[in-house]
């Protein structure tokens, strides 16, 4: 089935929304406060509900159960542990100021709070903290936090690795992220972290800092810039005339800006590398392994598997995926050799890679 025009599908989404939404306090439909109060949706809930746009539903065709993996390929939703549930940030309540002040209070913060802002756009697209949520929830690596009544559209707290606890606020203008456990494992797993939220947004997204600045009587971002870091310093987003060092954010700020320990790969790496993958690589035998080893986002994913668009932009699209990931993380490159080494095609060029990393 292919649809041409997707407003059916969002007036659907649109109205499961707002039926959720709709006199949040009384429902006594109890499918309907789940997805209220823990975000939970299943194919019983658009049975259920009485809806205007069901008419686009043809039996045998497009089904409840079509419409529900349709959202999750465009990261609407993402599936939960328990495989007839789904969880969908958007059918959370909104947490007020007062709240997200509180919930953060409980935060210890080892690390001193870091924020993603688009340095291009200054602003996110609308959905953008939904699609974080539910593209992190796609790995293994990250899950809900246990308390489901706690999460809310625009503060959610999850786990990674079952050791580092994150809470996100949504600000519109930029994500603000906080840690939260035992310093020696949020010292460890920070780098990890960072490398996610930032790949699972779009592209242009940065990283920032709260900014100690007290004069504007708001909460606004400090940036860093190639030049500024050079100091140890950040630049107040509102007032590029104040720089602060890096310490002045609060404890143990540099660690978010610590690279891998492992070395790094030069830019005449990765094109010795591209030069001969660019005529071999299949990406239909590798993004598999690329995205469970956690090299590729949701987002990658879909634009690499995108079966509309040409074989040269499907494998353009991965190169600057994995391009991204190394930027990223420069052990990156190293992950992405071992997934090659493992298919006998790529050998040779393999071997030709490690030689230019080590010479």
Same mark, same amino acid.
């Given at each position: 089935?292919?649809?041409?025009?997707?407003?059916?599908?969002?007036?659907?989404?649109?109205?499961?929304?707002?039926?959720?939404?709709?006199?949040?306090?009384?429902?006594?439909?109890?499918?309907?406060?789940?997805?209220?109060?823990?975000?939970?949706?299943?194919?019983?809930?658009?049975?259920?509900?009485?809806?205007?746009?069901?008419?686009?539903?043809?039996?045998?065709?497009?089904?409840?159960?079509?419409?529900?993996?349709?959202?999750?390929?465009?990261?609407?939703?993402?599936?939960?542990?328990?495989?007839?549930?789904?969880?969908?940030?958007?059918?959370?309540?909104?947490?007020?100021?007062?709240?997200?002040?509180?919930?953060?209070?409980?935060?210890?913060?080892?690390?001193?709070?870091?924020?993603?802002?688009?340095?291009?756009?200054?602003?996110?697209?609308?959905?953008?903290? #939904?699609?974080?949520?539910?593209?992190?929830?796609?790995?293994?690596?990250?899950?809900?936090?246990?308390?489901?009544?706690?999460?809310?559209?625009?503060?959610?707290?999850?786990?990674?690795?079952?050791?580092?606890?994150?809470?996100? &606020?949504?600000?519109?203008?930029?994500?603000?992220?906080?840690?939260?456990?035992?310093?020696?494992?949020?010292?460890?797993?920070?780098?990890?972290?960072?490398?996610?939220?930032?790949?699972?947004?779009?592209?242009?997204?940065?990283?920032?800092?709260?900014?100690?600045?007290?004069?504007?009587?708001?909460?606004?971002?400090? /940036?860093?810039?190639?030049?500024?870091?050079?100091?140890?310093?950040?630049?107040?987003?509102?007032?590029?005339?104040?720089?602060?060092?890096?310490?002045?954010?609060?404890?143990?700020?540099?660690?978010?800006?610590?690279?891998?320990?492992?070395?790094?790969?030069?830019?005449?790496?990765?094109?010795? /590398?591209?030069?001969?993958?660019?005529?071999?690589?299949?990406? #239909?035998? &590798?993004?598999?392994?690329?995205?469970?080893?956690?090299?590729?986002?949701?987002?990658?994913?879909?634009?690499?598997?995108?079966?509309?668009?040409?074989?040269?932009?499907?494998?353009?699209?991965?190169?600057?995926?994995?391009?991204?990931? &190394?930027?990223?993380?420069?052990?990156?490159?190293?992950?992405?050799?071992?997934?090659?080494?493992?298919?006998?095609?790529?050998?040779?060029?393999?071997?030709?890679?490690?030689?230019?990393?080590?010479?």
């Amino acid at each position: 089935v292919v649809f041409t025009n997707p407003q059916c599908i969002l007036d659907i989404i649109s109205e499961i929304v707002k039926c959720v939404a709709f006199d949040r306090k009384n429902h006594s439909n109890s499918m309907l406060v789940q997805a209220n109060n823990e975000g939970i949706i299943s194919e019983k809930l658009f049975e259920n509900v009485k809806i205007e746009s069901s008419k686009v539903y043809k039996e045998g065709i497009i089904e409840s159960k079509d419409l529900i993996r349709l959202m999750v390929h465009l990261g609407i939703a993402s599936k939960c542990e328990n495989n007839d549930e789904y969880f969908m940030p958007t059918l959370l309540n909104t947490l007020d100021a007062q709240g997200v002040h509180n919930a953060l209070s409980l935060c210890s913060d080892p690390i001193a709070p870091m924020a993603l802002y688009h340095d291009e756009k200054g602003w996110f697209k609308c959905g953008s903290f #939904n699609f974080l949520i539910t593209s992190l929830l796609s790995s293994k690596q990250w899950t809900l936090a246990k308390k489901r009544n706690k999460l809310y559209s625009n503060c959610i707290k999850m786990c990674f690795n079952k050791s580092g606890n994150v809470t996100m &606020i949504d600000n519109a203008s930029y994500i603000e992220i906080h840690l939260d456990g035992d310093m020696d494992i949020i010292r460890e797993v920070c780098p990890e972290i960072k490398r996610c939220l930032v790949g699972a947004c779009e592209e242009g997204v940065q990283i920032a800092f709260l900014c100690p600045c007290k004069l504007f009587g708001d909460k606004h971002l400090a /940036i860093h810039t190639k030049a500024s870091l050079k100091h140890k310093k950040v630049v107040c987003s509102k007032d590029e005339s104040k720089a602060f060092n890096i310490s002045a954010l609060g404890a143990n700020a540099e660690i978010w800006l610590q690279e891998s320990k492992q070395a790094g790969c030069t830019k005449e790496c990765f094109r010795a /590398i591209f030069a001969d993958l660019q005529s071999q690589l299949n990406p #239909n035998d &590798i993004t598999g392994k690329l995205f469970s080893a956690g090299l590729l986002t949701t987002c990658d994913r879909r634009s690499i598997d995108d079966i509309t668009i040409e074989e040269t932009t499907r494998m353009n699209n991965l190169l600057r995926a994995i391009e991204r990931a &190394i930027n990223i993380d420069p052990a990156n490159f190293f992950k992405f050799l071992d997934i090659l080494d493992s298919i006998p095609l790529y050998k040779p060029i393999v071997e030709k890679a490690r030689n230019v990393c080590t010479m």
